[in-house]
């Protein structure tokens, strides 16, 4: 073998586990979304009359949307559980937006904030839909508001600011509070 050609990187017993276990998570969520989407469109072109039939091509488009989207859902979910180590708990998370936030109008829900910011008993952690941007300790950062802007420092650098969904009217002083009491907490900080 030459010096320019590469050998395929292995990967090791955990990465396979830690990879089947988000691919199956994947499949699940992908199973479980065709199966009611499947039952729904499949009762309603039973049960209608010729004109539902002519439907059949949109409802078969429509059931792949949504088993892709299960799938998504559920390789998300399987990719943000690999991230908790054992015995530690996810507190909450909250739909999040980065500054420059869009107006409010379009911050109203949680569910399409492209970003969580999501807090362990052990961690801040900030999620890209199924991408890790950051994860930092509670003893590692410090958290800073102005009214509904909340700013995440890590070594007196900006890393974060983020503004809640137009549900979380309180995640700043929320997330603070939480904060002090996991630094204090940790065995770190005392």
Not at 91 to 119: H, I, K, M, N
Not at 129 to 145: E, F, S
Request: glycine residues 10%; hydrophobic residues 45%; proline residues 6%.
């Amino acid at each position: 073998m030459s010096t320019t050609e590469r050998r395929p990187v292995r990967q090791g017993a955990g990465e396979r586990a830690s990879s089947r276990r988000i691919r199956r998570a994947g499949i699940l969520g992908g199973a479980a979304a065709a199966a009611t989407g499947g039952v729904y469109i499949f009762l309603e072109l039973v049960t209608g009359g010729p004109l539902r039939w002519a439907a059949a091509p949109v409802a078969a488009v429509c059931f792949g949307v949504v088993v892709f989207a299960g799938f998504s859902a559920g390789r998300e979910h399987g990719t943000r559980k690999e991230t908790i180590a054992p015995g530690e708990t996810v507190l909450c998370t909250y739909g999040v937006w980065a500054e420059p936030a869009p107006p409010a109008s379009r911050r109203a829900s949680v569910d399409f904030s492209p970003y969580q910011l999501r807090l362990t008993d052990r961690q801040l952690q900030l999620w890209q839909y199924a991408t890790l941007v950051w994860a930092h300790p509670w003893t590692q950062v410090r958290l800073v508001t102005d009214g509904p802007l909340l700013r995440v420092l890590h070594e007196d650098r900006e890393i974060a600011a983020v503004v809640g969904a137009a549900s979380a009217t309180g995640m700043p002083e929320e997330v603070r509070f939480v904060a002090g009491r996991m630094a204090a907490r940790s065995p770190e900080g005392r």
